[in-house]
């Protein structure tokens, strides 16, 4: 049997926490560390009890946060991007209280990322989905006790574009002579075929018969891209073949 304090050690050899507070069960895995697993009982009984008796908000964890959001946007087309996201952002701020991140705790996060060659855009994509976190620990989420997750948002600075975005451009056609003939063929035809219809890499990979339309007086095809296959997913998209696309499809 598990002892009654809670704390008990896997078949791995990992310290877990599994045990019920006035109705609510706390679970959670720890490394080959019992004062870590012990330490964070501790803290997780006296918040909720302190919360029970005095009212006193329980102090939450960003990683807790995180769990709860990706859990209720399982449906999110972009999740795999956000969860990327929250990867990196664990080592620095994931074992933070709600209350504590702000610009100086997300400083070595920002430091670390532009360290790594990552584009201003791409730290801002992570910051941005720690303020769209914060916000709805905020205003939405609540406590069995019907408190917030966290009293008040901070205001995330995110770092300035102007300057530090290259502009996007059409390939050039010498660009285009020069690659194309450095790819697998199978590759080749997909990827001129993509320079002609400017489809995401998701259509291009999935592109199905049924959704042909040919257009008999125009000597072409069209394909209607369910809106399940298109980004944002709102609606149904056409996507029109030129001549070199068409070559392909004929092919």
């Known amino acids: 049997g598990r002892p009654e304090s809670g704390i008990y050690r896997d078949k791995q050899g990992n310290w877990c926490v599994d045990k019920v507070y006035a109705g609510t069960r706390l679970r959670q895995r720890f490394s080959q560390n019992f004062e870590e697993a012990q330490n964070w009982l501790i803290r997780e009984l006296d918040q ?25 946007h399982q449906d999110k087309v972009s999740l795999e991007t956000d969860i990327y996201l929250l990867d990196s952002l664990m080592p620095f701020i994931g074992k933070l209280a709600l209350d504590r991140i702000h610009d100086g705790t997300l400083a070595p996060y920002v430091a670390h990322r ?16 720690t303020r769209r976190i914060l916000n709805l620990a905020a205003r939405k989420w609540r406590d069995e006790n019907g408190r917030t997750w966290l009293e008040t948002p901070p205001m995330l600075t995110m770092l300035p574009l102007n300057g530090h975005q290259r502009e996007p451009r059409p390939i050039t056609w010498a660009e285009q002579r020069a690659i194309l003939p450095l ?6 035809r997909m990827v001129l075929f993509d320079l002609n219809t400017g489809a995401r890499d998701e259509v291009v990979c999935g592109l199905k018969w049924e959704w042909e339309v040919p257009i008999s007086e125009l000597g072409i ?6 809106r399940e296959s298109v980004k944002g997913r709102k609606r149904d998209r056409i996507l029109v073949c030129n001549s070199v696309a068409q070559s392909i499809i004929e092919s």
């Open 183 to 188: 790819l697998p063929d199978h590759l080749g």
């Open 48 to 72: 909720r009890r302190q919360a029970k008796l005095f009212g006193v908000r329980r102090k939450w964890m960003f990683d807790e946060a995180s769990a709860k959001y990706v859990l209720d």
């Open 221 to 226: 095809s069209v394909f209607s891209i369910p």
């Open 114 to 129: 532009i360290a790594k060659g990552r584009a201003h855009k791409t730290v801002n994509a992570g910051l941005a989905l």
